[in-house]
């Protein structure tokens, strides 16, 4: 156990208590203690400095170079042998990640730039690839060898604070705020739209191929399951412009096509996107404080009322009855107190 204090950090032996070693880091508070995939090695991190020991001594191995901006984040790959580290601070302006040779300290390859601060990096499972993403919104996957991206920017609406290869190599998933996204790594291409969690993003991890969990600071979870679809592109592609209003038109010389398709997607495709009834309730609260916020109260009353009957939301639906109920009465004895100074410019005016 490393325990961090203001200018060291102190190892202790879990089981027993006993003192192992203390590292000193003068004129320098202790940020981070990242530990190498086998625990052979230590990375202490004090805002702008890193200095590589052997978790098992304290040994000194290697100290890199002090970084031009705070780090953020300083992660190992899988072999032990090369480590990632990123920047960034208040301003917006170009920052980097930058590949570093654990025993030497000295910097591996090229800086991984980009035009703002660099929030985190990871290592794909055979540590060819590394993926770098931060403020500036583009995720990039770079080649370790030569340092170079090996497809175009991954493009985010939002600063991207963490990202995870999936264990098979054919995945990435992205995570910007609340939402996260699987793309494929052969192509660049996004094989999902933004998958919204009910909290904000911290952490992804790969439970398997074909799930996916996303963790918040408070510990709250959200997963999917991302079974792959078996049937040909070719009908994919039919059900998706189906969906999208592609295929239906004014057009009665296509309402054959339009039929064909509807009839398609209903054969094999409409158990997959039956939602649940989780979702279907998550909606309706969704929409009833949509339509309250913009004070459409027969809306967001109308929302709560097709959810009557439904235990598992009772208390969030009777909150949201109390809110609304309120927030209306307050609206409504508001205007009630302006209308006497309504009638009375109307009287001015015709005076």
């Known amino acids: 156990m490393f325990v961090a204090k203001s200018n060291a950090v ?23 203690v990242v530990f190498s995939a086998d625990s052979k090695w230590v990375a202490l991190v004090a805002r702008r400095t890193v200095r590589i020991c052997d978790a098992q001594t304290g040994t000194l191995v290697s100290q890199l170079p002090k970084h031009p901006r705070p780090l953020q984040h300083v992660k190992f790959n899988h072999r032990g042998d090369l480590l990632v580290t990123c920047t960034a601070d208040e301003l917006i302006r170009s920052c980097n990640a ?24 990871a290592f794909s499972l055979d540590d060819k690839l590394v993926v770098t993403c931060g403020e500036d919104f583009p995720v990039v996957v770079w080649s370790v060898a ?9 493009v985010h609406r939002e600063k991207v604070r963490y990202a995870e290869f999936s264990p098979n190599g054919q995945w990435l998933a992205t995570a910007s705020k609340d939402a996260v996204r699987i793309w494929e790594l052969s192509s660049g291409f996004a094989l999902t739209p933004n998958l919204y969690a009910t909290h904000q993003v911290y952490r992804l991890t790969f439970q398997s191929a074909s799930e ?16 792959p679809d078996d049937r040909p592109v ?8 189906l969906l999208r209003g592609r295929s239906a038109t004014w057009d009665l010389s296509r309402l054959d096509q339009f039929q ?3 009839s398609l997607m209903c054969s094999n495709g409409v158990s997959r996107l039956q939602p649940s009834k989780q979702e279907i309730a998550e909606w309706h609260l969704r929409a009833s404080d949509d339509c309250a916020k913009h004070e459409n109260w027969p809306g967001a009353m109308l929302h709560l009322k097709e959810l009557e009957g439904d235990a598992e939301h009772a208390e969030a639906i009777s909150t949201r ?21 309504r009638l009375f410019s109307q009287q001015s005016q015709t005076n």
């Open 260 to 262: 064909n398709d509807w």
């Open 98 to 121: 930058q590949l570093w040779t654990v025993a030497t300290g000295r910097p591996f390859g090229k800086p991984l730039e980009h035009r703002d601060g660099v929030l985190f990096a």
């Open 146 to 154: 030569d340092q170079k991206p090996i497809l175009r920017p991954l």
């Open 212 to 227: 996916i969990t996303a963790g918040s600071k408070e510990g709250e979870v959200t997963a999917w399951r991302l079974d």
């Open 10 to 32: 102190e190892a202790i032996e879990w089981a027993t208590g006993k003192h192992r070693f203390t590292h000193l880091f003068p004129s320098n508070t202790v940020s981070n």
């Open 234 to 241: 070719s009908e994919l592609k039919r059900i998706a412009n």
């Open 321 to 341: 009855r109390k809110q609304i109920t309120e927030a209306q009465q307050k609206h409504t004895s508001t205007d009630s107190s302006r209308q006497p100074d």
